[in-house]
């Protein structure tokens, strides 16, 4: 979703944030600005300089960009729209000025009593639809009305917002550049040792190239930075705070496609290696938090999307492995168990990215329940890490395509994991997962590929797919759904196999194509009869299965891992949609609509 990232220092600002915004594009976005501001404005009535554009940044240079800020300047924040209020237009695109033109602002997230700030600010001149530009114009009204400083019309700016949102606003008369954060992150970066270059941003990715070292600006504070370097306050009561600065020790993986046409089959194919690297886990960790889920009263995984998904495996694979009754919750609907909640409950918050919004509120709700929260992560340094009891990585490596692929099949490898650490078979559990590492490494070759290429292209023409699983691979066959749904835009549905027969087996007709994930476990022959149900009333049946059968129209082979099968079977699902949606002319890395950082509810 949005991106922010501001610099201020002794390098061309504006090339910097370029760059940055460059590195932010992954979250997705619809349009994006850049603020400088001008070291000499060509006149006090114009003192920055704007560029805003719909769309991707694309092969946008530093020539380009110097070109629109005409002057030199060392203070610039640049901004990636996910629109939420208002069109994808260059208006409603950020920064947003107040009617002096003198505050800019870049914003994050939703203000949800706009409409009710707006009606108060009846005389100011806004230019947009968005939700964001009431932000410059109550500094603005602040500062006229109630006399007060930029630090302090900023502080009661932010602190008359509603919902979860971040801002960086930039006041051209005092150079100051001013930061708050209400519930969606903002990092600072330093430079080595210096106290004259700062960062900030939505994430650290968008200046790991400058510097690693941070500091974090938490919930109900701000930061500004002036030509006196940097100081951090509370939102609440003024009072000044100190910081510790932290390094951040994460390769952020590689920014380049390493020759492969998009990030999301780079990313697919590094699962010949991310599985290993997921459970390279302290053994210490994962049996402590083992412990956790045993002396648990209640066990929730929550998480959204794909990440939800794998809850779901995770709540199969602990009923299978360990005997244990765990619950997997959708993070959008976890407020709803919130009377189930007991200081004796467990959450365990599952995300690639660490920022969703969905999940960081039930991890408030928690809280507020004093539930202790594990989070399994991707993103280190991520709000939800830090807003956890305790938390492990899956060590994928920045993901980068929205598609999430393998930080799905890494999440999926550390759950499974963890349940075999439950059942007290740790080492059981790891020889299971090191020969599925193995065996994915062995899968992913050209060969392979090229055969679901060809399936690709007899399916580039199917409106609708379905899919079914049972027990563990039931949940694989919705995370199925949503690769061909987000992927290449085909209508997709998952459904446990025994389910077709309630309603949905009225959609089969000549030619339909239904993918049947038949792992060699004990749902095996109930899957191959439901395959026959479909396949009885014309549909396609594409196996993915260890082993050939006869109902099978195209068979995708699989190796047999055992209760590792969740992972090994979502693989040609992601190879398939991706190459389906080569064929129809989609970028596979960047679905229209969405975003890879959901940082709204
Ligand atoms: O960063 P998170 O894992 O919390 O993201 C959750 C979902 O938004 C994410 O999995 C989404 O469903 C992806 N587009 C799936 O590929």
């Known amino acids: 979703m949005c991106g922010i990232i501001a610099y201020a220092g002794n390098k061309p600002a504006a090339n910097v944030v370029l760059e940055g915004l460059k590195k932010l594009e992954y979250r997705g976005y619809d349009s994006w600005g850049i603020v400088a501001l001008a070291d000499k404005a060509e006149n006090a009535e114009r003192p920055f300089y704007v560029i805003k554009r719909v769309g991707k940044i694309g092969g946008i240079n530093w020539d380009y960009v110097s070109e629109a800020i005409r002057g030199e300047s060392h203070v610039a924040v640049g901004h990636t729209r996910w629109s939420t209020h208002g069109g994808v237009t260059e208006q409603n695109a950020h920064p947003h000025l107040d009617c002096s033109g003198k505050i800019a602002v870049v914003h994050n997230g939703i203000v949800d009593n706009h409409q009710e700030i707006r009606a108060g600010l009846g005389s100011h001149r806004f230019l947009s639809q968005t939700d964001t530009e009431v932000i410059p114009h109550l500094i603005e009204e602040l500062m006229s009305k109630e006399e007060l400083d930029f630090i302090a019309a ?17 006041n051209s008369e005092t150079r100051q550049m001013a930061a708050a954060r209400k519930g969606t992150p903002l990092i600072i ?3 080595e040792n210096s106290n004259e270059e700062f960062f900030i941003a939505s994430d650290v990715t968008a200046f790991l190239d400058y510097t690693n070292k941070v500091m974090y600006i938490d919930d109900n504070e701000m930061a500004v930075v002036d030509g ?16 510790r600065v932290v390094e951040i020790h994460w390769h952020v993986g ?10 999301l089959i780079k990313e697919v194919m590094e699962q010949k290696h991310t599985i290993a690297a997921a459970i390279n886990q302290d053994d210490a960790k994962i049996l402590a938090v083992a412990n956790d889920v045993k002396s648990a009263f209640g066990t929730f995984f929550v998480g959204c999307g794909t990440a939800g998904k794998t809850c779901m495996v995770a709540e199969y694979l602990f009923s299978k492995i360990s005997g244990k009754h765990i619950n997997s919750v959708v993070a959008s609907e976890f407020s709803n168990y919130q009377h189930y909640l007991t200081p004796k409950t467990l959450m365990i918050a599952v995300s690639q990215s660490g920022e969703t919004a969905d999940v960081l509120e039930a991890i408030d709700v928690a809280k507020s329940k004093n539930v202790r929260v594990v989070s399994l992560l991707n993103v280190f340094g991520s709000t939800m890490m830090r807003a956890s009891d305790d938390f492990f990585m899956v060590n994928a490596g920045a993901e980068r395509a929205v598609v999430s692929t393998k930080a799905t099949t890494a999440q999926i490898a550390v759950l499974t994991l963890l349940a075999y650490a439950t059942a007290g078979k740790l080492q059981e559990g790891k020889l299971l997962l090191m020969n599925a590492a193995s065996a994915v490494n062995d899968m992913l070759n050209p060969r392979y590929e090229e055969r679901i290429k060809k399936l690709a292209l007899q399916l580039v023409d199917k409106k609708d797919v379905f899919i079914i699983g049972r027990g563990l691979n039931y949940p694989i066959a919705l995370e199925a759904a949503i690769k061909l749904q987000e992927t290449c835009y085909t209508h997709a549905q998952g459904f446990a196999g025994g389910e077709l027969k309630h309603g ?4 089969i007709e000549d030619g339909t194509a239904c993918i049947a994930i038949v792992a060699n476990d004990e749902t095996k022959q109930d899957m191959i009869s439901n395959a026959a149900e479909v396949k009885a009333r014309g549909g396609y049946i594409i196996g993915i299965a260890p082993e050939n059968n006869e109902v099978f129209d195209y068979w995708l082979k699989v190796p047999d891992v055992g209760n590792a099968s969740p992972i090994v079977n979502i693989i040609p699902v992601q190879i398939l949609a991706y190459h389906i949606a080569v064929l129809r002319g989609i970028n596979p890395d960047y679905p229209r609509n969405l975003a890879k950082v959901c940082t709204t509810k």
């Open 189 to 191: 970066g330093l430079h």
């Open 504 to 507: 949905p087996l009225a959609l």
């Open 254 to 263: 590689s920014a380049e496609k390493d020759g492969y046409d998009h990030f």
């Open 228 to 243: 006196g370097g940097i100081a951090f306050s509370s939102l609440t009561s003024g009072n000044e705070l100190k910081k």
């Open 154 to 170: 900023v502080r009661k700016a932010a602190s008359t917002l509603k919902g979860r949102s971040a801002f960086v606003a930039i």
